[in-house]
């Protein structure tokens, strides 16, 4: 793939970076963190994902193979690349990806001398990613140095919570981390939503757990649930989105309303279009036709 970065007439008035994280594997972060992605450039966004996970699940799951991830994050935390030099184009229009490779588990000892070591990440970032609307961080499944920096250079948080017995205790050690981060280091963190993900119908404990997520966080919840679909865990092993793999799938229809609901949020509109809580994976289409333009352009 070439490296490139996005071109300049593109240029948003401000980008927005969003650290997918949660501490707990399994959870759905990376799966959300590649077809959110998808579904955003398929809105004209120019959208780049940072793969902070030392697995490089994102960089697979958006057809990068490992031969061709040269130049990753591993190097541009380390100082020896910078963010454009790691870039890569990927076949989606619109969406540029920041590798990772099997380096980066050894990052996280590397770093330890570095002064600013928290904040590599954010000196990174900084003048490096005007040009795209979206800066999406794929972040390991620990508080670790990594998911730190991640924080540090992020202006909000999404947080993919699976519908299980512990999810209410895993998430609450992620919210109290936030507020650690956001006192010591980060100011204007933010806790963007909470995604409800692998959600089973068939199931009374994810109707149980959706409940008590709702009922703790609030709004902050979004009103789209990702369900469990074959063919979302099916998409990865042939490096493609599942909403390019499978655009009529339930999975891909969730991710759809997803992104209509998280581009509704960040304009502080209501969740539908005449203010009510639209169903499970449906998100209401917004003033500027984004659903539209979603369906229309990925289905495409």
């Not at 100082?79 to 870039?87: H, I, Y």
């Not at 590599?120 to 390991?140: E, M, S």
């Amino acid at each position: 793939m070439a490296q490139t970065s996005p071109s300049s007439d593109a240029v948003p008035a401000a980008t927005r970076v969003i650290a997918i994280a949660n501490q707990k594997g399994g959870v759905g972060k990376t799966t959300t963190a590649i077809n959110l992605a998808t579904a955003l450039a398929a809105t004209r966004r120019s959208v780049l994902v940072i793969d902070l996970d030392p697995q490089g699940n994102a960089s697979t799951g958006l057809g990068i193979d490992r031969t061709a991830r040269a130049v990753t994050i591993y190097h541009v935390l380390l100082g020896e690349a910078t963010l454009a030099e790691a870039m890569i184009t990927t076949e989606i229009p619109g969406l540029s990806l920041i590798p990772s490779g099997v380096d980066l588990s050894g990052a996280e000892l590397e770093l330890i001398d570095f002064d600013r070591r928290e904040q590599r990440l954010h000196d990174a970032l900084d003048g490096a990613v005007a040009a795209f609307d979206y800066v999406l961080i794929d972040c390991p499944p620990s508080l670790n140095l990594l998911t730190l920096n991640a924080l540090v250079g992020a202006d909000a948080v999404l947080v993919p919570l699976q519908c299980e017995f512990f999810a209410l205790e895993g998430v609450s050690h992620l919210i109290k981390t936030v507020e650690r981060v956001r006192h010591a280091f980060n100011p204007g963190l933010e806790l963007q939503g909470i995604v409800l993900t692998m959600f089973d119908r068939r199931n009374n404990l994810s109707e149980q757990v959706a409940a008590d997520v709702r009922a703790y966080f609030g709004d902050k919840v979004y009103n789209t649930v990702i369900p469990r679909n074959v063919r979302v865990s099916e998409a990865p092993s042939h490096g493609k989105p599942v909403l390019i793999y499978d655009v009529k799938c339930s999975g891909s229809e969730a991710y759809l309303g997803l992104a209509s609901e998280l581009l509704r949020r960040e304009r502080g509109l209501p969740p539908g279009p005449d203010g009510s809580e639209p169903g499970p994976g449906q998100a209401g289409a917004d003033e500027d036709g984004d659903d539209d333009a979603i369906e229309s352009d990925v289905r495409a």
